[in-house]
């Protein structure tokens, strides 16, 4: 198995994010509060890519996002989110726990995405922390994903043994979130290279709540 570290030179980082722009989820989208049992959100968003070069910062690419969110119960919610450019389309869902409400919202988030186009595929997963205190939110994710072809035999979205290749992104994502019903979420997503080289993911994001949109728990 091949694999692709993130202690990559910023030139070859840069190149491997323009190949999986539209193959992996490199927003977020959410707060760290969860919502309640019933409620169910859907949001549209947009990110671009800025690139820090001698000359100065450059924006460029981008990608569309349409996600949801539906509450459990019990402090638990789940999200579905599709992302990229038509064909390049990435289906993400993830399951998200409250862990605490005050002093400050804590959740631990789950997620995991499946690009397909043609015989090639992208598995992702997407551990996650998020904490805040309104309207503020900030969080830590790792980016693992799994990148082949698919296998000749049972037609699965799984790979072909040794034509895998994978890579291990760290992030962090800081943002906002304006707004109870209808709410407004900027966001950057940094990554970083273990040389300090750095790309970000600028976002925006607005979703409308349906449901009880009383006073938190």
């Not at 539209?22 to 800025?50: D, H, I, R, Y």
């Not at 186009?117 to 693992?144: H, I, S």
Request: glycine share 14%; net charge neutral.
């Amino acid at each position: 198995m091949k694999r692709m570290g993130i202690g990559l030179h910023l030139s070859g980082l840069v190149i491997l994010v323009l190949f999986l722009m539209n193959c992996a989820s490199f927003t977020t989208f959410q707060t760290p509060e969860v919502l309640k049992e019933g409620e169910f959100s859907v949001g549209v968003g947009g990110a671009g890519l800025l690139l820090l070069e001698s000359s100065g910062p450059r924006m460029t690419i981008g990608s569309a996002d349409l996600f949801a969110r539906y509450g459990l119960g019990a402090d638990t919610d789940i999200g579905f989110k599709l992302s990229g450019i038509f064909p390049f389309l990435v289906a993400f869902g993830d399951i998200k726990h409250q862990f605490l409400k005050k002093p400050l919202a804590l959740s631990a988030d789950m997620g995991v995405s499946l690009f397909a186009f043609e015989e090639y595929r992208t598995v992702g997963l997407y551990p996650m922390m998020l904490a805040g205190v309104k309207p503020f939110f900030a969080g830590v994710r790792l980016t693992y994903l799994i990148m082949g072809k698919e296998s000749s035999t049972g037609g699965s979205p799984f790979f072909a043994s040794g034509s895998e290749v994978t890579a291990l992104l760290p992030s962090v994502v800081l943002g906002m979130y304006l707004g109870d019903r209808f709410q407004i979420i900027p966001e950057i997503n940094f990554y970083q290279n273990f040389e300090g080289e750095s790309f970000y993911f600028l976002g925006l994001g607005f979703q409308y709540k349906w449901g009880d949109s009383g006073k938190r728990r």
